[in-house]
C-alpha cells in the first residue's frame, strides 16, 4: 500500500499530516497561517484559513508543473514587398491565439499568479507534425483559416508561425493563496466551507479536480479549470440552489451533498465527465424531524451524517446511479464531523475529547463499519520527550504516579468504589501528549466518546453516546498514600518535580516511598496540553481494509534515570503489583460490562450487497430489454432477521434511474421459457393485480439459477420460512406442470385479519408434474403427464434451485414426457379445393386448438429448458370426434362441431399435429414403485400406508389421485 497522508486542523489552526506508514502527527511547513478546515485530495490539499481566504497546498513531486502559453505571429503576401505584417481589415491579429479571434501579444503574455515563474524566454516553434519546418518555423497557407502546410506553394498568401514559452509552479509545499483580486466575478461574501473530489469521475481527464465551496450567504460556487497542471483553477462560478447552504461534500467520484439551514440535505444529480457541475438538486429528508442534518461527508458509494443532537446516521443504498439513497440507519457514537476517505474509510471527531477516531472494519460488504477507535498518535514535536513519563508504561508502571506499599490492601477503598459505582461509563483516554504538558485536571478527565483501554493505550469506542466528564479530584494533601486514590489503570496528571536520580533512593526503599515519584521527569514541550482538533479530512488518504497502522499505540523508550530505578524494585514488590494490577483489571473490566449491556449492538447490524448484471423488460417505451445494473441489498437486524432490497438501476435518455422490490413483498419466483433469453419474472400483490411482474433476463442458464436460488432463499429468510414444507403446507401445479409450496399462516382464515389469497407466498420445488394432492399428513403424491405416479420425498429445492437453496438429500432425477399439439386448418376454394389460403377473418392456419395462436411446427418449442423433443411431428388420429384416413376432421366453420367424414356443407377441416418431449430434471420425488391396482382404490394412499412392492406388472395409466382434505392448515381439522 503506497504511503498517504491524513490531515487535520487543531483549534490554534494549525494543519497537520498523518502518514498511513507514520506515527507521529507532522505540522506542516508554512506555519504563518491558521486555518479554519481544509480538503484534501491525492495531490493537493485545499483550505480556508482564519483571514478567509482560500488556500491550496500542493505536495512536491520530482515531476515539476509546467503550462505551455503559445501565441500565434501571421502576415500576408504583399505583391510589392512579399510577406509582410500588414493584414487586411478583414484578417485576424497580428498577434493572436491559435483560433486567431484573440489578440495576444508576446509582452501582453501574463503569469496568473505570483506562485508561477517562466522557464524560459519566447522561442519559435519550428517543428510542424513532427516534421522541421523551413527557416523561421513559417507554415504557409492560402488564407485564414486553411489548412497550413511547411512548404511555400504558388497560391500561399498567409503565412503563421508559433512562439512557445513555459511557465512552471514553484509553490510546492507551502500554502498557495487563490487569487481573487482581478476576478471579474469576486466574491460577495467570504466561504464558510469547501471541498474537493471528482478525480475518479468516469472517463475524466487525468488531473481533473471538482472544487465547491459554500459562502457565508448560503450560496454555492464551482471553481472552474482545476486541474494538475492548473492547481489554482480559473474563476468562480455561482450555481443556483433551492436553500441556504451550510456544509457541502464531495467524493472521489460524482457523488455531491449540500447540508442546507432548515436542516434538509441536497444532493447533486447528473454529474459526469461532460457535466461536472452535475444538472439538478434533489432534495433528502433528515433521519428525525426533530434534529436536521448538521454535517454530511460523502465517499466512493457512502454518505455519513451528523444531526444537530451530534448522532452519526449512515445513508444505505447510496451509488452512482441512486446518488440519493434509500434510508437512513443509525449508528453508535456522537461526534463533531465525520469525513470520509478514498476507500470509503471514515475519520470523526470526537464531541466531549475533540480527539480523531477513526472507523475499523469498513470493506466492501461492510461499508458501515463495526467500531470507532482513537487515534492516539502524538505530535512530531514530543520525540524527543518519549524518554521521560512515558517510558515508566515500558516499565510496567502505567497505572499511576504513587504506587501503595505492599502491606496495604490491594482492593479500592470504600470511598474509590463508591465514586466508581457512580461513575457511568469507563475511564477516557489519555493521549500521549497530556504525560508531557500539564494542563487542567478537569480537562485531562473529559472523556471521549465511550472508549476504553488496555495496557498499550488502545481505545476501543464502546457507545459514544452516554459518556460523561468524570468529577475532579478532590482536594487534599498529596504526601499521605492513604489519602490517594488507587488508579493502576487510569493514568492521572502527572506533577511538576524535579528529576531524581536513582542514588536519591536507598535500597530498601518500600512501595510506599515511591509516591513522591513524578511521571513527567523532563520539562514539556510546549505549554500546549493534547492535540485537540476542530477538522479532519481523509481525500487524500488511502488505507486497505486489513492495512496495520501505527496510529492506536504509544511508542515510547525508558530513559535512563527510570531504567536505573527499576533495578531498585525486588521480586516481592512486583509481585504484589501483579496481583493488585490483576485484581483492578478484573474488577473494571467487570464494571464495564455492565455499564454497556444495554447498548446498542451496531455489529450485528450488517449489511451485505451482491451485484451483477441482467437485462430488464422495459413495459413502458421503447418496449424493449435494457441492460441494466442488479444490487442486493440484505440487511439483518438485532431480532436475527434478515430483510432483502432488490435495486434495478437503468439508462433512459441519458438519465439514471432505478427500481426496488422490497422481497418481503414478493409472492412467486418464476423461470419464463422464452427462446433467445435465460428469463425470469417477480411477483408482487401489486403488480400482479397490475399483470406487470418484474421480468429479467441473465446472460447463461447458470446465472439465471444462480440468482434464482438466491432471491428464493432472500424471500424465504424475509418470512422466516427455512427448509423442507411443513405438513400444512399447499401444493399447487401451474398450467406448465411447475410445482410451487406454499406454507399458510394463521392469518390465512381469521375473520379479524384475513390475509387475501394474492398475498401468499409460493416458492418452487424442482419438478413438472401435471397433478399433485397433499393431505395433512405430509404426504404429497403427484402424476406427470405420461401418468407416473410420484412420491414426495421430503427434501427442498431441485430444479434450478439446486445448490444454495436446496436441500443436499432426498433430490433424485425426474423424467417426464408430454405430447405437444397443434392444429393445420384449411378452408374450401371453389377453384382449388382447400387449401391453406383462408379468409381475412378466419384463424391463424396454424394454430393451436382454439385459433387464437400461431403455432407452427418450426416456431413451438419444448415447455422449457428441461424438455427435449423425443419424436418428430406426426399425424394425431386419436382426436376427440374422429378424422378421415389422412387425419382431417371437417366443419360447416370455424369455430364448429368436428366430424371425421366431408358432407356438402362441410367448408373447413383442420388436422392435428402432435410431437412428445422428454423432461428431465431433478426433484423431491421418487417414481411409484409397481403395484397392481383395482379399478375402485385407485392410488388409495391414507395417513401415510405405502403400497407394497411387488412383481406384479404396472398399473394402467393414472388419472387421478386423492389423499384427503388438505384444504385448511391445521391437523386436527384436517
Known sequence: ??????????????????????????????????????????????????????????????????????????????????????????????????????????????????????????????????EPTEKGGWTYAMDFPATYTRDKKWNSCVRRRRWIRYRRYKSRDSWAKIPSKDDPKQLPDPFNDLSVGGWEITDEPVGRLSVWAVSLQGKVWYREDVSHPNPEGSSWSLMDTPGEAVQISCGP????????????????????????????????????????????????????????????????????????????????????????????????????????????????????????????????????????????????????????????????????????????????????????????PKDSFASGPGTSRTAEHTVEVASPATQTPRPEPRPGPASTPAELPWTNIDLKEPKKAPSYSAAGFPETTGLSSLEVLPLG?????????????????????????????????????????????????????????????????????K??????????????????????????????????????????????????????????????HEEKKYIHVFLNEVTALVPVLNEAKHSFALYTPERTRQRWPVRLAAATEQDMNDWLALLSLSCCESRKIHGRPSPQAIWSVTCKGDVFVSEPSPDLEDPAHLLPCDQMFWRQMGGHLRVVEANSRGVVWGIGYDHTAWVYTGGYGGGCFQGLASSTSNIYTQSDVKSVYIYENQRWNPVTGYSSRGLPTDRYMWSDATGLQECTKAGTKPPSLQWTWVSDWSVDFSVPGGTDQEGWQYASDFPASYHGYKTMKDFVRRRCWARAPLGCTWAPTSPLPPSPLGPATRCGLWRGTALPSTGAPCPPPIQLVTLGTTSHPHPDRG
Not at 502491606?407 to 465514586?419: H, I, L, N, Q, Y
Not at 464494571?591 to 413502458?620: D, I, M, P
Request: aromatic share 10%.
Open 1 to 130: 500500500m503506497p504511503d498517504s497522508a491524513l490531515w487535520a486542523v487543531d483549534l490554534f489552526g494549525r494543519v497537520y499530516t498523518l502518514s498511513t506508514a507514520g506515527q507521529y502527527w507532522e505540522l506542516c511547513k508554512d506555519t504563518q497561517l491558521e486555518f479554519k478546515r481544509v480538503s484534501a485530495a491525492t495531490q493537493c490539499c485545499w483550505g480556508i484559513a482564519c483571514d478567509n481566504q482560500v488556500y491550496v497546498y500542493v505536495c512536491a513531486s520530482d515531476v515539476p508543473i509546467r503550462r505551455r502559453e503559445e501565441a500565434y505571429e501571421n502576415q500576408r503576401w504583399n505583391p510589392v514587398g512579399g510577406f509582410c505584417e500588414k493584414l487586411l481589415p478583414s484578417d485576424r491579429w497580428l498577434w493572436s491565439d491559435v483560433s486567431g479571434l484573440q489578440h495576444r501579444p508576446l509582452d501582453g503574455v501574463a503569469l496568473p499568479s505570483l506562485h508561477w515563474e517562466w522557464e524560459s524566454d519566447w522561442y519559435v516553434d519550428e517543428n510542424f507534425g513532427g
Open 253 to 440: 467520484h460524482d457523488l455531491l451533498w449540500v447540508t442546507l439551514w432548515e436542516g434538509q440535505a441536497l444532493v447533486r444529480e447528473g454529474i459526469n465527465r461532460n457535466n461536472p457541475k452535475g444538472s439538478s438538486w434533489s432534495v433528502v429528508e433528515p433521519p428525525t424531524s426533530e434534529n436536521g442534518i448538521m454535517h454530511v461527508a460523502v465517499g466512493v458509494g457512502v454518505v455519513w451524517a451528523i444531526t444537530k443532537d451530534r448522532k452519526v446516521w449512515f445513508r444505505r443504498g447510496v451509488n452512482s446511479h441512486n446518488p440519493c439513497g434509500t434510508s437512513w440507519i443509525e449508528m453508535v457514537g456522537e461526534m463533531m464531523m465525520v469525513n470520509v476517505g478514498l476507500n470509503d474509510q471514515v475519520w470523526g471527531i470526537g464531541c466531549e475529547d475533540r480527539a480523531v477516531y477513526f472507523r475499523q472494519g469498513v470493506t466492501p460488504s461492510e461499508l458501515s463499519g463495526k467500531t470507532w477507535k482513537a487515534i492516539v498518535a502524538s505530535r512530531e514535536c514530543d520525540r524527543s520527550h518519549s524518554g521521560s513519563s512515558l517510558s515508566l508504561l515500558s516499565a510496567g508502571c502505567f497505572f499511576g504516579d504513587e504506587v501503595r506499599g505492599s502491606g496495604e490492601s490491594c482492593v479500592p477503598s470504600d470511598t474509590d468504589a463508591s465514586s466508581d459505582a457512580e461513575r457511568p461509563g469507563p475511564d477516557p483516554p489519555v493521549p500521549a501528549e497530556s504525560l508531557d504538558c500539564p494542563r487542567n
Open 521 to 589: 521527569l523532563e520539562e514539556p514541550c510546549s505549554a500546549d496540553d493534547r492535540p485537540l482538533w476542530a477538522w479532519v479530512s481523509g481525500g487524500g488518504c488511502a488505507v486497505e481494509a486489513h492495512s496495520v497502522l501505527k496510529w492506536f499505540s504509544v511508542h515510547s523508550g525508558l530513559s535512563a534515570s527510570v531504567q536505573t530505578l527499576s533495578l531498585s524494585i525486588t521480586p516481592a514488590q512486583t509481585a504484589a503489583w501483579r496481583k493488585q494490577i490483576f485484581q483492578q483489571l478484573t474488577e473494571r473490566t
Open 591 to 652: 464494571r464495564e460490562l455492565e455499564n454497556f449491556r444495554h447498548y446498542e449492538q451496531a455489529v450485528e447490524q450488517s449489511v451485505w450487497v451482491k451485484t451483477g448484471t441482467l437485462q430488464w423488460w422495459c413495459n413502458w417505451k421503447p418496449h424493449k430489454w435494457l441492460d441494466v445494473r442488479v444490487a442486493l441489498e440484505q440487511f439483518t437486524g438485532h431480532d436475527g432477521a434478515r430483510d432483502s432490497i432488490l435495486f434495478i438501476y437503468y439508462v433512459v
